[in-house]
T-cell receptor, first 116, second 120 residues
Framework: GIQVEQSPPDLILQEGANSTLRCNFS?????LQWFHQNPWGQLINLFY???GTKQNGRLSATTVATERYSLLYISSSQTTDSGVYFC??????????????????FGKGTLLTVNP | DTGVSQDPRHKITKRGQNVTFRCDPI?????LYWYRQTLGQGPEFLTY????????KSRLLSDRFSAERPKGSFSTLEIQRTEQGDSAMYLC??????????????????FGSGTRLTVV
């Protein structure tokens, strides 16, 4: 199956610092999403970004599908940014009943700690 | 849009007991997914539904696991004869796939808050 690697595995920042998280994937994908999992376990959708660049406030993401990687940028980090950031890729796979289905495969995440 | 709801949030059960979790997806979403997440890992795919039809099951889903989505609305995931290895966070997600004349349009996944299962 497809492999999704995220780096770094852990990151500690001081409030106000900027950071870049990376996601590499081993094969072509149809879609890619970035999630933030808060300390209570909730997975919050940050970006749905199969290609190109998107921005939402202090966060932005870029996916270069041809080179099989995506980057998540966090600027002016805040303590509330702490948590695990997951990259997940979606790829077509053959179904048992014929035809095709799509499945989301996650990386192991980057644990971000932002200190005051 | 109230998001994806899961119930209960936490469940502690004794080994050998049966448990059932519920997921209420976003109402207009036609696909519903179950994932399992263990400590320090990303979520792993278990199964998914297109409306009421269960289209795919992972090898992770042993015979003790069963999922249903009656009438294509809410879904339940039941685990029979629980084992300690079943302890995990069980996540539900939904999404909308819409079909145009020549294309399928895919929208992002929305996850619920999960049900944390502890088997003692």
């Amino acid at each position: 199956g497809i492999q999704v690697e995220q780096s770094p595995p852990d990151l500690i920042l001081q409030e106000g610092a900027n950071s870049t998280l990376r996601c590499n994937f081993s094969d072509s994908v149809n879609n890619l999403q970035w999630f933030h999992q808060n300390p209570w376990g909730q997975l919050i959708n940050l970006f749905y970004i199969p290609s190109g660049t998107k921005q939402n406030g202090r966060l932005s993401a870029t996916t270069v599908a041809t080179e099989r990687y995506s980057l998540l940028y966090i600027s002016s980090s805040q303590t509330t940014d702490s948590g695990v950031y997951f990259c997940a890729v979606e790829r077509r796979f053959p179904s048992d009943s014929g035809g095709s289905n799509y499945k989301l495969t996650f990386g192991k995440g980057t644990l971000l700690t932002v200190n005051p | 849009d109230t998001g994806v709801s899961q119930d209960p949030r936490h469940k502690i059960t004794k080994r050998g007991q049966n448990v059932t979790f519920r997921c209420d997806p976003i109402s207009e979403h036609n696909r519903l997914y179950w994932y399992r997440q263990t400590l320090g890992q990303g979520p792993e795919f278990l199964t998914y539904f297109q409306n009421e039809a269960q289209l795919e099951k992972s090898r992770l889903l042993s015979d003790r696991f069963s999922a249903e989505r009656p009438k294509g609305s809410f879904s339940t995931l039941e685990i029979q004869r629980t084992e300690q290895g079943d302890s995990a966070m069980y996540l539900c997600a939904s999404r909308l796939l819409s079909m145009g004349p020549t294309l399928l349009w895919y929208y992002g996944y929305t996850f619920g808050s999960g049900t944390r299962l502890t088997v003692v």
